[in-house]
């Protein structure tokens, strides 16, 4: 039996407003399959679910239709919906025991339904509720058990005993592995699965990532009643198009994922739709989003536009004025202005030499807007001289470079300026990087008086100040008039921080800037950096010889050899499985694991060649005599003719 929304909306009457909980939801659930919703508290996805069982309050108003085999349930009465729930349509509550019934023993629960819809007497029905208990796992023993003397695993086992007791086609489960232990959390994937495999179609409510991949086909992203992106489930960690979804994926405490938990700058819970009085300077009916702590008038969103422009890291003029429809980009559905996440930077073809010496050769890279990219390789490897050609700061000899949609030396030759503004550069070596004629306020400020982005004095102090505070660093007027030869490395450090972010830019170059710190400031700056690139909503390139740091921060990693790129890919899947010795050996590295054979940088053999083959025991005549191109392998870019994947070991 297949499940149809169609164009649902969904509106709660709360006073003098009007909660929009869903807007134009369509989503199809065929048999043997499951469609995920997922997404924030308040995004509507208990919405749903309620709507298909015919439990909205009698405060919501509704439109659009819902389809059970064909068969319009969305106008039925209560009573014809009594006569499907259960029977047709089983549903896995939220929050667990607290939907059972704490005066009733958990047998009587379970038989309940098979009283109600199958006339079955009390006898057959227990017999029947029982054996259903005991394949959820609860033995006999604990069949007369009241809710509160079941643990919430077995709680949860015995809501989806009653959700299936009566072999629904449609299982709507809702928040079914919340505040569970990862062995309850197994066993309800398994049942999912094997209902699955009974051709029973699925509805998963969740905000669990990893079991959506486990038992998902499909997954659709909501926001704020819209759906932002729908795609195959596989795709979660590896290929999000939308950035809502890839600040979901970045959320959420994966097995598989290595960075620190990332977020979503900004809040978002409810959506309000109302009308202004006729004496309001807006006399308009609109929608607002209503944030914690937040006042009528400051919690407006525009009446047009994205849902999600406020939050989001490549927000364009376009986005708060047009209407966004969902529109097909692959197997994905996209609710985007951009077509999906787009790219900031662009290199193409880019190389760069110091005399006889190749620092870049002809290299390729994108990096997208809201990522943190870390590259990463050994001492003479590129890894800086491509930093400060992707910042701006060194002209690369060949190739092309587009920067937000524009080409960068074209911009840089008509009006460098405001591309300086958008592009902030943290150098190697703080306290070689700043001025020790300079004081505080003079290095943070040295931006804005170059660039004329302060009309007055107390402007330039406002600005400098809040730079200063933005970094966690003192704004009292003593601490100002520091020179750098007075702070310890991890204050000038921040320094070189405020300076770099003061101008308030989108992207931010940041060359090992944690290199010349002692561990425990290095870990301060680094989740500072992570904080300021969320609620900020960098762009970041950070380069690092430390493959282990980039573990801790990267979306992505970019692995550099001799000024090429050899492997690049979503952080978690090069760390967990690298497909390129180089590679391994840099994770090796950081292991304590030793490779007696290997030595620093060498030259190929052969002019041409890999410049890893004479360090890799894998090497052919082939390695030594053509370089491989960089080539698409499993979601990730690698330049090697023999990878280390399950048909080459090694």
């Known amino acids: 039996m297949s499940l149809e929304i169609k164009d649902l909306n969904v509106i709660y009457q709360d006073g003098i407003h009007c909660v929009q909980a869903l807007e134009d939801v369509s989503l199809t659930v065929a048999p043997g399959k499951c469609l995920a919703l997922v997404g924030e508290s308040g995004s509507g996805k208990t919405t749903v679910a309620k709507a298909c069982m015919g439990l ?36 896995v509550f939220q929050h667990g025991a607290a939907n059972l019934n704490p005066v009733h023993q958990i047998i009587n629960q379970v038989a ?120 195959p489930a596989r795709d979660i960690f590896t290929q999000p198009l939308h950035p809502y979804t890839l600040a979901l994926g970045r959320s959420y405490p994966a097995m598989n994922t290595t960075r620190d938990l990332g977020g979503i700058r900004g809040d978002a819970f409810y959506r309000f739709v109302h009308q202004h009085g006729h004496n309001d300077e807006a006399g308009y009916r609109h929608s607002h989003i209503q944030v914690p702590l937040s006042s009528h008038k400051d919690g407006h969103a525009p009446p047009t536009g994205c849902l999600f422009q406020n939050r989001c890291t490549q927000t364009i003029e376009r986005c708060r004025t047009e209407k966004v429809d969902l529109e097909a980009i692959g197997d994905h559905t996209v609710r985007c202005i951009r077509h999906g996440i787009a790219n900031l930077l662009e290199l193409k073809g880019v190389s760069k030499k110091y005399e006889n010496t190749v620092a870049i050769n002809a290299m ?221 050996l840099l994770i090796d590295s950081v292991s304590g694991i030793s490779h007696g054979s290997f030595q620093p940088g060498s030259d190929p053999v052969e002019p041409g060649g890999c410049p890893f083959a004479t360090r890799c025991p894998r090497a052919t005549d082939l390695c030594r005599l053509t370089n491989p191109q960089l080539l698409e392998r499993d979601h990730r870019q690698v330049a090697c003719h023999f990878p280390l994947t399950s048909r080459h070991p090694g």
């Not at 591309?419 to 004629?437: C, D, F, K, M």
């Open 56 to 91: 909205l309050p009698s405060n919501a108003a509704r439109q659009g239709q819902i389809k059970l085999d064909r068969q319009r349930i969305d106008q039925l009465g209560e009573s014809l919906l009594n006569e499907i729930r259960w029977e047709r349509i089983g549903m």
């Open 112 to 231: 309940e339904p098979l009283i109600q819809h199958r006339s079955l007497s009390r006898r057959e029905a227990h017999a029947l509720a029982g054996e259903a208990l005991v394949q959820m796992g609860l033995k006999e023993g604990y069949h007369s058990r009241y809710p509160h003397q079941l643990s919430g695993g077995e709680a949860q086992r015995a809501l989806l005993a009653m959700a299936m007791i009566l072999d629904p086609e449609l299982i709507i489960l809702d928040e079914p592995t919340s505040a569970l232990d990862a062995l309850s959390k197994s066993f309800v994937t398994g049942s999912i699965n094997r209902a699955k495999e009974r051709g029973k179609a699925i509805l998963l409510i969740t905000h669990d990532l990893e079991l959506v991949v486990h038992v998902a086909e499909t997954v659709a992203f909501l926001y704020l009643g819209q759906i932002m992106e729908t795609m």
């Open 364 to 584: 390729d890279l994108t990096i997208k807007c809201g990522e943190v990219f870390c590259l990463v390789g050994e001492t003479g490897s590129g890894k800086t001289t491509l930093a400060m050609i992707a910042a701006g700061v060194i002209k690369p000899e060949s190739g092309s470079r587009v920067f937000d949609g524009r080409d960068m030396d074209e911009w840089m030759h008509k009006g460098y300026p405001s591309l300086a503004t958008q592009v902030g550069v943290i150098y190697q070596n703080p306290a070689e990087s700043v001025s020790h004629r300079f004081s505080v306020f003079d290095i943070v400020a040295e931006a804005l008086k170059i660039h004329g982005l302060s009309q007055s004095r107390e402007e330039m102090h406002t600005r400098v100040t809040k730079a200063l505070a933005d970094v966690h660093l003192s704004t009292d007027p003593a601490f100002l008039g520091r020179y750098a030869h007075e702070l310890n490395m991890g204050a000038i450090q921040r320094v070189c921080l405020a300076r770099a972010l003061v101008l308030g830019p989108s992207f931010l170059v940041a060359d090992e800037p944690t290199s010349s710190l002692d561990p425990s400031v290095q870990a301060k700056v680094l989740k500072l950096l992570l904080d300021l690139q969320i609620e900020m909503g960098l762009t970041m390139f950070f380069v690092t010889h430390d493959i282990g740091l980039a573990r801790k921060i990267g979306d992505r990693i970019g692995v550099m050899l001799s000024g090429r790129l050899v492997e690049t890919g979503p952080a978690h899947l090069i760390l967990s499985s690298p497909y390129h010795r180089y590679t391994q």
